[in-house]
């Protein structure tokens, strides 16, 4: 079973080749302020509810019965659409571990790339507006001790002048080794891995025979964490802990990016307090749009704080709150943005 997955995954890039489609900047748009301030790099996170937009693998790794986490991008200026367009984004996430071996996920997201409320009256209505929708349904399996194998199945609705609809799938595999550094001081867990996103037949606003192709997203990476084998007496959180991610991005439309690479380090304090920095390099996706650059390059970065309830107010209720913020300062894809994320988590 596992070399037929593995099998699967080495022949599906042939034939995935295809033209962009008008879904495709919010599709492949990263959906959590984590991986944005880390420069687009967890494919490879075993983070649980935050992996599912970016490898349905990951999310066996929740050690939580079940979160929940909204991620918003508020309304901001798109240079890649006319002056007076503005963009936002929501990604909803909810997940239950079954047992230890199976995870289930639902996510909810919209985006509308002419928000009203940021436009001068009469403007980005009727047919010139442009929204989408994404619903989905995650499921992940851990197929041996370091092997984590998920899927989604999710449907697309997107609004442009006329309404269509589609169907598409994400897959992914995880590969997370225990305690790869081990000394008196120091532990470290190291993650592989690989996803391949919206594979489906397409969409079509007009007519049925000319469907715009989803953007097939192939992604590889790796994530290494350490922290100290040393704890707080009263959290028994680690005293500092560390992450360093890296990932490249393949995707198969030529006319969209070539290729795509992120790398960044997470920093955290007791596991209370984070600190995130990041760097993307992407193609333009527009012909002659930077006719001086090869690549758009942009820094990143962010922070997070997360607050265990159970703890600081000595109750009975095992909630863990979790908040993070990113900022894309130089832009990437072009523009320059901010997300912010909210988490919960019940033990």
Not at 186 to 198: E, I, R
Not at 240 to 258: C, D, M, R, V
Not at 310 to 322: A, D, N, Q, Y
Not at 332 to 345: A, G, H, P
């Amino acid at each position: 079973m596992y070399y037929g997955l593995l099998l699967v995954f080495s022949l599906l890039p042939s034939l995935l080749y295809a033209q962009q489609s008008s879904l495709d900047y919010f599709l492949i748009h990263p959906a959590s302020a984590r991986n944005l301030a880390m420069g687009e790099s967890l494919v490879a996170l075993s983070g649980g509810i935050e992996s599912v937009n970016e490898n349905p693998a990951g999310l066996n790794g929740m050690t939580s019965q079940w979160a929940a986490r909204l991620t918003r991008r508020p309304p901001q200026h798109n240079l890649l659409f006319a002056n007076d367009d503005f963009s936002r984004y929501h990604y909803f996430t909810a997940a239950w571990r079954y047992n230890a071996t199976n995870t289930f996920a639902v996510q909810y997201n919209d985006a509308d790339f002419f928000a009203l409320e940021n436009l001068p009256l009469g403007q980005g209505t009727g047919s010139d507006r442009y929204t989408a929708t994404v619903i989905g349904i995650t499921w992940a399996h851990q197929l041996t001790r370091e092997l984590h194998f998920g899927i989604t199945g999710k449907r697309i609705v997107s609004h442009y002048y006329n309404t269509a609809t589609s169907f598409a799938g994400d897959m992914g595999l995880l590969f997370h080794k225990r305690e790869i550094i081990r000394n008196q001081s120091l532990v470290g867990d190291f993650n592989l891995a690989a996803s391949l996103s919206h594979v489906g037949q397409g969409i079509a606003y007009i007519v049925e025979s000319q469907k715009d192709p989803l953007p097939r997203h192939l992604q590889t990476g790796f994530v290494l964490g350490i922290q100290s084998t040393r704890k707080h007496a009263q959290l028994a959180n680690p005293i500092w802990g560390a992450h360093l991610a890296a990932s490249y991005q393949k995707s198969f439309q030529p006319e969209n990016e070539n290729w795509e690479w992120g790398t960044g380090m997470e920093f955290d304090l007791l596991q209370l307090v984070f600190m995130r920095f990041g760097y993307h390099a992407v193609r333009p996706a527009i012909s002659g749009l930077l006719p001086n650059k090869k690549f758009e390059t942009g820094m990143t970065y962010g922070g997070g704080v997360r607050v265990p309830l159970e703890k600081f107010l000595k109750s009975h209720i095992p909630l863990t709150c979790r908040f993070d913020f990113s900022s894309s300062p130089q832009g990437t894809y072009i523009e320059r943005y901010s997300m912010y994320s909210f988490m919960m988590e019940f033990r």
